[in-house]
């Protein structure tokens, strides 16, 4: 059993991760700006729960105290929050570094040092951070989540037409499987503990699939009267996904498909 402090603790993965911490008998502290009440969606009995702000460095101290590992899932995908979302990482391990915490894991995006997209940019700055810190440091790449497909051809579905961007393919993973691979990082045994080691691993979906093909099986599942339509998609995000930055070579870790995912989540989608 450790002690796990998990940034961003209250959303898509770090609610998994909160859950899967907790089941495996490890104390877990959730650091995030809004504590969700008790009986809520967002709240795990056990877990303790602490209000904090890595852009202004707010309850950092608190959050981290006590911990072994820091696990950092946070998010800041837009405007101000994105600009901010590297340095708000390098406040958490500044804060976890002066409470003697060992070990510090990110959460990043498969590639996203080979994009100039600005949200990629974002995630690749905050890798560099961890690089270079002076505790233990893990990040873990991840390629895009199933529900972020989804909403895709959800947007599109809104208007009658479902999305399949022409020469995608993509291996799209479940947030559990994210949050198990992140839960294994924080455990493992790291053989040189005095040192500031650095680690990246890639992680993916048990599926490569193309746009049209997920596309398909989105609108079986959901039971979406929308046509299918293929479409470029400009820019650097165009760019990433057909030169094919977002697959991995590696063998996947994730286990649930996408079908599988959207047929639990229907309800939702
Ligand atoms: N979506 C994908 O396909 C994908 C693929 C690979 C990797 N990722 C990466 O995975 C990470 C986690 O994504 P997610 O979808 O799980 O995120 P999410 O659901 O948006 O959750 C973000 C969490 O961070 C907290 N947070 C945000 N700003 C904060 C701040 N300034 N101070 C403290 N807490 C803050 C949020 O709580 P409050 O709002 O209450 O603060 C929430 O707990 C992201 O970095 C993302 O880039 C995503």
Same mark, same amino acid.
């Given at each position: 059993?450790?002690?796990?402090?998990?940034?961003?603790?209250?959303?898509?993965?770090?609610?998994? /991760?909160?859950?899967?911490a907790?089941?495996?008998?490890?104390?877990? !502290?959730?650091?995030?700006?809004n504590? &969700?009440?008790?009986?809520?969606?967002?709240?795990?009995?056990g877990?303790?729960?602490?209000?904090?702000?890595?852009?202004? @460095?707010?309850?950092?101290?608190?959050?981290? #105290?006590?911990?072994?590992?820091?696990?950092?899932?946070?998010?800041? +995908?837009?405007?101000?929050?994105?600009?901010?979302?590297a340095?708000?990482?390098?406040?958490?391990?500044a804060?976890?570094?002066?409470?003697?915490?060992?070990?510090?894991?990110? /959460?990043?995006?498969?590639?996203?040092?080979?994009?100039?997209?600005?949200?990629?940019?974002?995630?690749?700055?905050?890798?560099?951070?961890?690089?270079?810190?002076?505790?233990?440091t893990?990040?873990?790449? #991840?390629t +895009?989540?199933? @529900?972020?497909?989804?909403k895709?051809? #959800?947007?599109?579905?809104?208007?009658?037409?479902?999305?399949?961007?022409?020469?995608?393919?993509?291996?799209?993973?479940? &947030?559990?499987?994210?949050?198990? #691979?992140?839960?294994?990082?924080?455990?493992?045994?790291?053989?040189?503990?005095?040192?500031?080691?650095?680690?990246?691993?890639?992680?993916?979906?048990?599926?490569?699939?193309?746009?049209?093909?997920?596309?398909?099986?989105?609108?079986?599942?959901?039971?979406?009267?929308?046509?299918?339509?293929?479409? &470029?998609?400009?820019g650097?995000?165009?760019?990433?996904?057909?030169?094919?930055?977002? /697959?991995?070579?590696?063998?996947?870790?994730?286990?649930?498909?996408?079908?599988?995912?959207?047929?639990?989540?229907?309800? !939702? /989608?």
């Amino acid at each position: 059993m450790i002690t796990l402090c998990v940034a961003g603790g209250t959303g898509q993965v770090g609610g998994e /991760l909160v859950r899967l911490a907790l089941s495996a008998g490890h104390q877990v !502290s959730v650091l995030s700006r809004n504590v &969700p009440p008790v009986g809520s969606a967002k709240h795990h009995d056990g877990a303790t729960y602490f209000a904090g702000d890595v852009t202004s @460095g707010d309850g950092l101290a608190a959050a981290v #105290a006590g911990a072994d590992v820091v696990i950092d899932c946070l998010e800041g +995908q837009f405007g101000k929050a994105q600009k901010q979302f590297a340095d708000g990482g390098g406040r958490l391990l500044a804060a976890a570094h002066l409470a003697g915490v060992q070990k510090a894991v990110a /959460l990043s995006i498969i590639n996203c040092d080979l994009s100039s997209f600005s949200y990629y940019a974002s995630k690749a700055a905050k890798e560099r951070i961890y690089a270079e810190s002076p505790l233990q440091t893990e990040v873990v790449r #991840a390629t +895009q989540f199933h @529900g972020l497909v989804a909403k895709i051809f #959800a947007a599109g579905a809104r208007v009658g037409l479902i999305p399949a961007f022409k020469a995608v393919r993509f291996q799209s993973i479940a &947030p559990a499987d994210v949050a198990a #691979a992140l839960l294994e990082a924080a455990v493992a045994e790291s053989p040189g503990k005095s040192h500031a080691e650095h680690h990246v691993v890639t992680i993916a979906g048990p599926e490569t699939l193309t746009m049209r093909e997920m596309a398909e099986s989105w609108k079986s599942v959901v039971g979406s009267r929308g046509r299918i339509i293929e479409l &470029p998609l400009p820019g650097p995000m165009g760019d990433f996904l057909r030169a094919g930055h977002n /697959l991995s070579s590696e063998q996947p870790y994730g286990t649930e498909t996408f079908v599988s995912w959207l047929e639990k989540h229907r309800e !939702s /989608l």
